[in-house]
């Protein structure tokens, strides 16, 4: 069984019926990420991909300009030289007062959210290039994600208990390529996921594609597509005031209740060819 399913007996109701029955569940551990041996930073995922999930976080959040910037991400082990399954180590290729100035200027975004919008969106408007380019895509290709999402989603088939963001090549407007799906109890997590896989296999920019995701839209979501420069973002339910307002002054498409036959538009609708 996958690392990211554990079972777990449950009493199951069906049509007045009762009977024990194991359960598959989706696993959620934390991951202890370290700089240089230092800890840094701690989050709740669910295990896979997690090199990804660090590198994806890493560049979404302003730590790193690119792979070149990522050294290595490593296993740390124990002292009986076990692997620790839930901690990894990251050694950069960045000068220690530069990256001092991007961890001050991601707290000074981070604590700005929810109290001052406007200062969050100036503060990612003189890290993050406005998104521009042709792209264009069709709406009929806009309503074919989230069934192209769907069938990919093995965990969720198996679970029913977590998020997924898919990458989408979208070079040409009548056709979407899916190029990886990626799931996490996380959302944040299954789009760093994502957008990890793009930079270690050298993938940046994505001006080419579109981001779909199984949830609502924030800024952070916002923020992490437009760092990876991906122009096109949708999700199946709804986006958040502010992650319009900044997808509006990134130059970000925003998609939001895309279900079935219909979608909502938010910004920069030039791009979808009605």
């Known amino acids: 069984m996958s690392e990211s399913i554990k079972d777990y007996p449950a009493v199951k109701w069906r049509a007045g019926t009762i009977g024990n029955e194991a359960d598959h569940l989706v696993v959620e551990e934390p991951l202890e990420i370290r700089l240089a041996g230092r800890r840094f930073t701690l989050t709740m995922r669910t295990p896979g991909h997690d090199e990804e999930l660090v590198s994806g976080f890493l560049l979404a959040e302003g730590f790193v300009a690119g792979r070149a910037e990522i050294d290595e991400i490593r296993r740390v082990r124990g002292p009986k030289g076990e692997v620790e399954a839930n901690i990894v180590d990251v050694i950069l290729n960045v000068k220690s007062r530069e990256l001092s100035d991007r961890l001050k200027r991601n707290f000074i975004v981070s604590s700005s ?55 989408f090549d979208v070079s ?103």
Do not use: W
């Open 172 to 274: 040409a407007p009548d056709v979407a390529a899916l190029i990886v799906l990626r799931e996490d109890v996380g959302r944040h997590n299954a789009v760093d996921k994502v957008i990890g896989h793009a930079l270690m296999r050298d993938g940046l920019p994505l001006a080419n594609c579109a981001l779909m995701v199984s949830g609502r839209v924030s800024f952070e979501i916002v923020q992490k597509a437009a760092a990876a420069s991906i122009p096109i973002l949708c999700a199946v339910s709804a986006p958040s005031s502010l992650a319009v307002d900044l997808a509006d002054e990134l130059g970000t498409t925003l998609v939001g209740f895309l279900r079935g036959t219909a979608f909502n538009a938010y910004t920069h609708r030039e791009r979808i060819l009605m």
């Open 113 to 167: 959210c929810g109290v001052c919008g406007k200062t969050s969106i100036e503060a990612l408007e003189r890290r993050i290039t406005k998104l521009e380019g042709n792209l264009r895509i069709a709406s009929a290709t806009v309503l074919r994600l989230p069934a192209l999402m769907s069938d990919a989603q093995q965990i969720f088939a198996a679970t029913g208990g977590l998020h997924a963001a898919a990458l």
